[in-house]
């Protein structure tokens, strides 16, 4: 099966906007993509996430990739199609669900944490890895699991990672990240959210020697 790639960007880094509300989305997408952020998930236990995915999706640029987390059925799936979203983001392996996002063309990031969950994803046809909780598998468990794996399958390491621990993760030669709370907490103003995703991409420059 034919991997879907994900698409090339500067910054392979997801925010995740767990709480966003829809009212809210035009001023926190413009802050995030005028910072230089190109990927953006919406989970799906925030209020009216398709509303909000929709308001995203037809604001982001064509290089940009808009989606949902927190996906986990394919009635979720085709929701997001319609809504206009590309991203599928997962907190599981679900293959049937999965195996229908990779159908519709979606770029797909299943949450894994064990060799069994990844290899059943990357069989799936997954576009790439997402490793959660990163901070209980750590940098070096990360990468054992990652010796078994096909090469073309992106990873990426979601939960407790931040600009503070980059370095860590650049040793390992882990580059691409979802970033939760240290970028966008639900009440956040969209001048607060600018900062911290400027500061994030000072961070990754700094750690990757962009």
């Known amino acids: 099966m034919s991997r879907i790639p994900f698409p090339p960007m ?7 906007l767990r709480g966003l509300k829809p009212e809210e989305t035009p001023a926190i997408i413009e802050a995030l993509l005028e910072a230089g952020l190109r990927a953006i998930e919406i989970p799906l236990n925030s ?36 809504a206009g979203g590309r991203l599928f983001v ?4 679900d293959v049937p669900v999965l195996s229908h996002a990779v159908s519709k063309g979606m770029v797909t990031l299943p949450g894994v944490f064990t060799p069994t969950e990844a ?15 990163a901070s209980a ?18 990873i990426a390491a979601v939960g407790g990672v931040s600009d503070e621990n980059f370095a860590d993760y650049a040793k390992g030669g882990i580059k691409a990240f979802g970033l939760g709370s240290s970028i966008y907490k639900p009440g956040m103003s969209a ?8 500061a994030t991409i000072a961070a990754y420059d700094q750690a990757f020697g962009a």
């Not at 290899?119 to 909780?133: C, D």
Request: hydrophobic share 50%; net charge positive.
């Open 10 to 16: 500067k910054y392979p880094l997801v925010a995740i």
């Open 191 to 198: 001048n607060e959210v600018s900062k911290r995703a400027r």
């Open 90 to 93: 997962s907190p599981n392996v």
């Open 119 to 133: 290899l059943a994803a990357a069989r799936a046809g997954a576009t790439g890895l997402k490793f959660f909780p």
């Open 47 to 82: 209020p009216e996430p398709f509303k909000s995915i929709e308001i995203a999706a037809k604001m982001a640029p064509a290089d940009a990739l808009i989606g949902a987390g927190t996906v986990l059925t394919s009635e979720d799936v085709d929701r997001l199609e319609q």
């Open 137 to 154: 598998l750590g940098v070096s468990g990360i990468n054992a699991i990652r010796a078994v794996l096909p090469a073309d399958l992106m």
